[in-house]
């Protein structure tokens, strides 16, 4: 039984920092890319960020420069790190792995719970 396991959100003032952590219990097999989405009440839910399976990363431009995703493969954990924190930034954040259940089916995205992030001052 595959789980995502996020961490790491809360309250932060203008310009403060969090780290989201999302691990993954259970297995996934050839995990292509991992990734950080946000929504936010009666918006669409957007991607954030992306880390491949390579080490590639890839950022949404309103967070180029101040967050950085990055990957512990060991731990089969993904993490965000969020610095200069904006008000803009308050949403629910959202791990994906995309990945497989078993080494012969179809990709499939596995989410985590959500985190809530609110910057505030």
């Known amino acids: 039984q595959v789980q995502l ?6 309250l932060v003032q203008p310009g403060g920092s969090l780290r989201l952590s999302c691990a993954a219990s259970g297995t996934i097999y050839d995990i ?9 009440p009666g918006k669409q839910r ?8 390579n080490g590639i990363t890839n950022y949404q431009d309103a967070v180029r420069g101040r967050f ?3 990957r512990d493969g060991a731990k089969n954990t993904v993490y965000l790190q969020m610095n200069s924190l904006k ?5 629910v954040y959202y791990c ?18 959500g985190t809530q992030v609110t910057v505030s001052s």
């Open 96 to 113: 994906n792995v995309e990945g497989r259940p078993t080494v012969w089916a179809s990709i499939t995205h596995y989410w985590g719970q």
């Open 32 to 40: 292509n890319a991992m990734r950080w989405y946000r929504q936010v």
């Open 46 to 53: 957007d991607l954030v960020a992306t880390i491949t399976r």
């Open 87 to 91: 008000s803009d930034d308050t949403a």
């Open 68 to 70: 950085t995703i990055s």
């Open 5 to 10: 396991v996020e961490s790491g959100g809360g």
